[in-house]
């Protein structure tokens, strides 16, 4: 508690200011939001919405080409009906225009980044330092609602880096964690055989928040029932990386004993959604996306499954502007939440579901450790991973340019050592990867009975 309040009042704004970063004024700004009227927060959305379209037009070549074919001026635009007549934004057109996209005020001052693609489709992007920082204020404020205050004490059971990291890599990576009060516990890692070592490490360290991917949470929630363990209890466990179905929502919670508050995030925005403590949907952050839920691109009617299309209202170094990111969900009908706050909910998250690979030698593998591992080689346009039998795993890519042998290798040496010896690993290039019944690109997909 001390250091949470030392954290909050002293080295946080120190180093902010050190670094010469914002983000704690943008916090500020967010915060303030929550107490805005659901009209206020429209036109904020709206007035945000049209300054990056005038961007756009000014400084995108891409989006000047094609609005120029297709008539459309920002100037015109008065409500977000207007804009959504816009044509969609796929991974495929970002691959295959990415200078175009790259705003030429910021070219040579943006950094990027590549999605894993828990869709199946790694990506690269670009992104403004405003934007990094306005997402992690975003981040602050929706993790706040669970109850993550700045230094608190969290654990993350993340995934970390894969492959090997030197000792002093890891030391300085340490350090930065424990500066910000969070303890990292490699979700990757996580074996049937050590699984006790994790729940040693939640009961020591004692964190007031737990903030974890689904899968490997709702494996060490099993575990934990199966094995009678006694557990640390935090004030709150927040989700995030897949969806999360009820029944792991409730197993997560009588394992642990607190409440489990869902997000939605991804690599090319971070926080979109989270819950607050009503848990009857997730607000989503209108203040700095707009988020749509579309069928061939045209939005459709609230509790309507549908693509999850989202513009990002600061990101000026590649804007994307109705981006289909690749997830399925559904807007919730509920108009008012009894926390008080005006940001609409989103009902259900469907797109993410990765199967759980097992190993012959009794381990289990999240489905999200795959999209982490491919992210590393830049010409796979796509991949899905296959259990065939418990000692068979097929993973199929579809690469645009020729792969550089050595980077596969590596990879492939990377997976082995995560199956153990006894799994038959085939990597099989392919033309094409079948879509889902729903249209959607499963990225693993188990064969083996639960
Ligand atoms: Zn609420």
């Given at each position: 508690?001390?250091?949470e ?16 970063r914002?983000?704690?004024d ?14 206020e ?8 919405l049209?300054?990056?379209?005038q ?28 804009y ?6 796929t ?36 992104f ?11 981040m602050?404020r929706?993790?706040g ?7 608190c004490k ?13 000792k002093?890599?890891q ?13 990292m ?10 699984m006790?070592?994790?729940?040693d490490?939640?009961?020591?360290y ?14 060490l ?53 989270s819950?607050?403590?009503q ?32 513009s990002?209202?600061h ?11 690749g997830?399925l969900?559904?807007m ?9 706050k ?13 199967d759980?690979i097992?190993?012959?030698?009794g ?5 999200i ?7 590393d ?28 042998e ?5 990879i492939?040496g ?8 006894d ?5 099989r ?7 889902t019944?729903?249209g959607?690109?499963?990225v ?7």
């Amino acid at each position: 508690m001390v250091y949470e309040t030392l954290f909050k009042k002293i080295l946080f704004p120190s180093i902010e200011k050190l670094k010469g970063r914002n983000t704690l004024d943008y916090l500020e700004e967010y915060s303030v939001n929550e107490l805005k009227s659901a009209e206020e927060l429209q036109l904020i959305q709206l007035q945000k919405l049209k300054k990056i379209l005038q961007h756009c037009q000014e400084n995108v070549s891409y989006y000047q080409k094609q609005w120029k074919s297709i008539g459309f001026d920002w100037r015109e635009v008065r409500s977000l009906a207007d804009y959504s007549q816009l044509p969609v934004l796929t991974k495929t057109d970002i691959r295959d225009n990415y200078n175009e996209l790259i705003a030429k005020n910021f070219k040579g001052k943006s950094f990027s980044k590549t999605t894993g693609g828990s869709t199946g489709q790694p990506l690269k992007f670009e992104f403004s330092n405003e934007s990094n920082e306005r997402r992690i204020a975003v981040m602050m404020r929706g993790y706040g609602w669970a109850g993550l205050t700045p230094g608190c004490k969290s654990l993350h059971l993340w995934g970390v880096e894969i492959g090997a990291v030197s000792k002093k890599r890891q030391f300085k990576m340490d350090l930065y964690h424990a500066f910000y009060g969070r303890k990292m516990l490699n979700s990757f890692n996580m074996t049937i055989n050590n699984m006790v070592e994790y729940v040693d490490s939640i009961n020591k360290y004692r964190p007031k928040i737990i903030v974890a991917y689904v899968a490997p949470l709702v494996m060490l929630a099993e575990f934990i029932q199966t094995n009678n363990l006694s557990v640390w209890v935090p004030e709150s466990i927040i989700t995030g990386s897949e969806g999360l179905l009820e029944f792991q929502r409730k197993k997560i919670e009588e394992a642990f004993g607190c409440k489990v508050f869902n997000t939605y995030g991804s690599r090319e925005f971070m926080l979109i959604a989270s819950e607050c403590e009503q848990h009857k949907g997730l607000h989503i952050n209108i203040d700095h996306l707009v988020v749509e839920i579309c069928q061939d691109g045209i939005p459709c009617d609230t509790e309507e499954v549908g693509d999850v299309v989202i513009s990002d209202l600061h990101n000026y170094a590649m804007p994307f502007i109705r981006y289909e990111i690749g997830d399925l969900a559904s807007m919730s009908s509920k108009q008012v939440c009894q926390c008080g706050k005006h940001f609409p909910l989103l009902k259900n998250i469907e797109g993410r579901k990765l199967d759980v690979i097992r190993t012959p030698d009794g381990r289990t593998v999240p489905g999200i450790f795959f999209p982490h591992l491919m992210k590393d080689i830049p010409n796979i346009v796509r991949f899905q991973v296959v259990q065939e039998k418990l000692d068979k795993l097929i993973i199929n890519y579809i690469v645009d340019n020729p792969i550089n042998e050595e980077e596969l290798l590596q990879i492939k040496g990377l997976v082995a050592e995560r199956m153990g010896q006894d799994m038959d690993i085939e990597f099989r290039k392919v033309e094409d990867i079948p879509l889902t019944q729903t249209g959607k690109h499963r990225v693993t997909i188990s064969k083996l009975s639960n």
